[in-house]
């Protein structure tokens, strides 16, 4: 057996300076990480009361060989130092994010619900279809703006479902976190939160084959297309009578204009736009880029974002380019990664503090996918992401295991600042 190949050890042979893996869901055990190197007999009692038979260590990543068996059959089980309180199995800490990743997709569950039902009512009957939508967003506002940190996180489709993406409703997601993160009025805000949620609603007047085409049009039925912005903004002015109406109008008939002027119908640039579309306008862009192309295949989370960056960032006003980046983290929401331990992984969520690390879930064979190992790297020293993959790239139980898709969706969970605190 070479130092590369996994080797295994009797609870008894611990010791203090030993790299081990915990080859349990991280649910049944209290440490941040599911391996580390053992830093006191404390964390050894704990390991020993899993109950494992055996556990897999890392002799390169370790200061010391384990205990011979013949010695480890005589040494005395230690008791933890009175000043380390003994934990709960699972750990409160643990318990806490997981049932918060299970209640930000239940929330997700039943905002898509009532996002499809504005969306339908709107086009038959306008008046209720924006009584429907106001009823969702003031909610999902007032929950944004509780106190605390504002986590966007992907949905996992192997517990939702294939058939639960909505466009609009990650466009108005991804537009209410910034307008948090920009401490916009709620006034503001519930206002841009309408207008992403409807910014797509003048489709309902483009034909379907045109739809269904769209990235292989010629010049006639572009210019068709290209007028849903005004077709929506025509359909949600007649809906309503007020001027939060007419603002809400205003933004989706420019929600495809651009900073620099190259955007359509008006080409209206800078100071020409209302103040909200510059928000609705890049974060529109991103999730086409990610999941709305017909004929083309969508650029990963981590790819789309650097194309923006790198190719169209003239588009975009750079304040809102560089917030947005924050917002996702270097490695988005829903990027496929593989870490530089050779583990593959989807990231969940990103860590506003550390860009670059992010929390994680796990392809773990070992582990049942009904809940899942996570590794939160802002918490992990001793791991990065080494690349970003595309799912066709990854071994076929992999992707099935992380339940790969094109069309990814999004929620947010807010976390006080004792659970996600920021950075000194």
């Known amino acids: 057996m070479t130092d590369h190949e996994p080797q295994f050890i009797s609870p008894s042979q611990l010791c203090v300076g030993l790299y081990v893996h915990l080859d349990v869901t991280w649910?049944?055990?209290?440490?941040?990480?599911?391996?580390?190197?053992?830093?006191?007999?404390?964390?050894?009692?704990?390991?020993?009361?899993?109950?494992?038979?055996?556990?897999?260590?890392?002799?390169?990543?370790?200061?010391c060989l384990p205990l011979p068996?013949?010695?480890?059959?005589?040494?005395?089980?230690?008791?933890?130092?009175?000043?380390?309180?003994?934990?709960?199995?699972?750990?409160?800490?643990?318990?806490?994010?997981?049932?918060?990743?299970l209640e930000c997709e239940k929330q997700f569950a039943r905002a898509t619900t009532q996002a499809l039902l504005s969306l339908n009512k709107v086009v038959i009957n306008p008046q209720d279809g924006m009584v429907a939508a106001?009823?969702?967003?003031?909610?999902?506002?007032?929950?944004?703006?509780?106190?605390?940190?504002?986590?966007?996180?992907?949905?996992?489709?192997?517990?939702?479902?294939?058939?639960?993406?909505?466009?609009?409703?990650?466009?108005?997601?991804?537009?209410?976190?910034?307008?948090?993160?920009?401490?916009?009025?709620?006034?503001?805000?519930?206002?841009?939160g309408m207008a992403a949620l409807f910014h797509d609603i003048g489709k309902a007047e483009i034909p379907s084959n045109v739809l269904m085409n769209d990235s292989n049009l010629n010049h006639a039925e572009l210019s068709l297309l290209q007028q849903h912005a005004e077709y929506g903004a025509r359909i949600i002015k007649n809906a309503g009578k007020n001027g939060t109406s007419e603002r809400i109008a205003n933004l989706i008939a420019q929600h495809h204009e651009c900073f620099d002027g190259s955007g359509y119908p008006a080409g209206l640039k800078?100071?020409?736009?209302?103040?909200?579309?510059?928000?609705?306008s890049l974060v529109n862009a991103y999730d086409n880029l990610c999941s709305c192309a017909k004929n083309s295949k969508p650029l990963t989370p981590y790819g789309a974002l650097s194309y923006l960056f790198s190719s169209e960032r003239k588009k975009y006003d750079r304040t809102m380019l560089n917030l947005f980046i924050k917002l996702l983290g270097i490695y988005p929401p829903g990027s496929v990664v593989q870490l530089s331990d050779g583990a593959y992984g989807i990231v969940v969520s990103a860590n506003p503090q550390q860009l670059m690390r992010p929390l994680v879930m796990l392809h773990d064979k070992r582990v049942e996918r009904e809940t899942p190992s996570f590794l939160d790297l802002g918490k992990d020293e001793d791991t990065n992401i080494s690349?970003?993959?595309?799912?066709?790239?990854?071994?076929?139980?992999?992707?099935?295991?992380?339940?790969?898709?094109?069309?990814?969706?999004?929620?947010?969970?807010?976390?006080?600042s004792t659970e996600h605190p920021a950075n000194a």
């Open 387 to 416: 690349q970003c993959l595309l799912a066709d790239q990854l071994p076929k139980e992999v992707a099935e295991y992380l339940q790969c898709r094109q069309k990814l969706s999004y929620y947010f969970r807010v976390e006080s």
């Open 69 to 101: 068996l013949e010695s480890a059959s005589h040494v005395v089980q230690p008791e933890p130092p009175e000043n380390i309180a003994r934990v709960a199995f699972p750990s409160e800490s643990e318990q806490r994010r997981y049932q918060a990743i």
């Open 270 to 280: 800078g100071e020409a736009l209302d103040t909200l579309t510059p928000i609705l």
């Open 27 to 63: 649910i049944r055990h209290p440490f941040a990480l599911s391996h580390f190197k053992i830093k006191d007999e404390a964390q050894i009692h704990t390991i020993r009361a899993l109950g494992l038979e055996q556990i897999r260590y890392d002799p390169l990543r370790s200061d």
């Open 134 to 192: 106001e009823t969702l967003i003031n909610g999902m506002v007032d929950q944004a703006f509780l106190d605390g940190h504002a986590i966007i996180q992907v949905m996992d489709s192997w517990r939702l479902g294939e058939d639960t993406f909505c466009h609009p409703l990650n466009v108005t997601v991804l537009c209410l976190m910034m307008a948090k993160a920009l401490k916009l009025s709620v006034e503001d805000t519930r206002c841009l």
